[in-house]
């Protein structure tokens, strides 16, 4: 299989240098299926329907108090991330946490006001820098928040929804995103993605 063993004082070893990937599972600390990853100055943090975790030199470790599970990650301010979980929302700096709400979220997206939009199961939400959160639409499950290069927000669901903020208006409106497209094509999941600054809509 390409791999080399080797026999010490110590007992035997196996280094598996035909693989290219390293693997990480429960026996490096890290429990559930994986549904979201974050890399940067802050840590390696990864989402899994059973909680938070960072790498550490050994392996993962769980953080305290998310247990549930943790569908977006995101850089706050001064080394801190918001986690947007089951239970909530969560400031976490390494292995502190500190709960800012306790409603089911699916996405957060921090703006130029040191405040951020929640999604929720029955809306979306702004959680302002004095710490009150008030609702903004009734759009539920919004599961992706974009700005594009103009300062404009989007969102999607997890039922390939797309929606774009309307400043005018105050609110979300549903984009009309089938135009020129197969009636097969209508009925497919779609998802944005940013890239260069740029929004664009994925599907199969």
């Known amino acids: 299989s390409g791999n080399v063993w080797g026999a010490t004082d110590n007992g035997l070893f196996c280094l598996n240098v035909s693989g290219v990937y390293s693997r990480f599972t429960v026996t490096e600390g890290l429990k ?4 979201s990853i974050y890399a940067g100055k802050e840590g390696f943090y990864v989402g899994t329907l059973q909680g938070l975790f960072y790498r550490t030199a050994l392996g993962f470790v769980s953080v305290n108090h998310i247990r549930q599970a943790c569908w977006n990650i995101v850089p706050f301010a001064a080394g801190k991330l918001l986690a947007a979980t089951s239970e909530g929302v969560f400031v976490v700096k390494e292995n502190t946490v500190e709960q800012l709400t306790a409603e089911q979220a699916f996405s957060v ?12 199961l029955d809306g979306v939400y702004y959680y302002s820098a004095n710490g009150k ?12 928040f974009f700005e594009d290069n103009g300062g404009e927000l989007w969102a999607s669901t997890m039922y390939g929804e797309v929606y774009r903020w309307e400043n005018t208006n105050k609110r979300f409106v549903l984009q009309k995103t089938d135009e020129n497209l197969s009636d ?3 009925k497919d999941y779609k998802k944005l993605f940013k890239m260069d600054g740029q929004i664009y809509l994925l599907n199969r």
């Open 109 to 120: 997206h921090i703006d130029q006001k040191d405040g951020f939009y929640i999604g929720e």
């Open 184 to 186: 097969e094509t209508k």
């Open 32 to 35: 559930g299926e994986v549904v």
């Open 133 to 144: 959160k008030n609702q903004i639409d009734s759009i539920g499950y919004v599961n992706d």
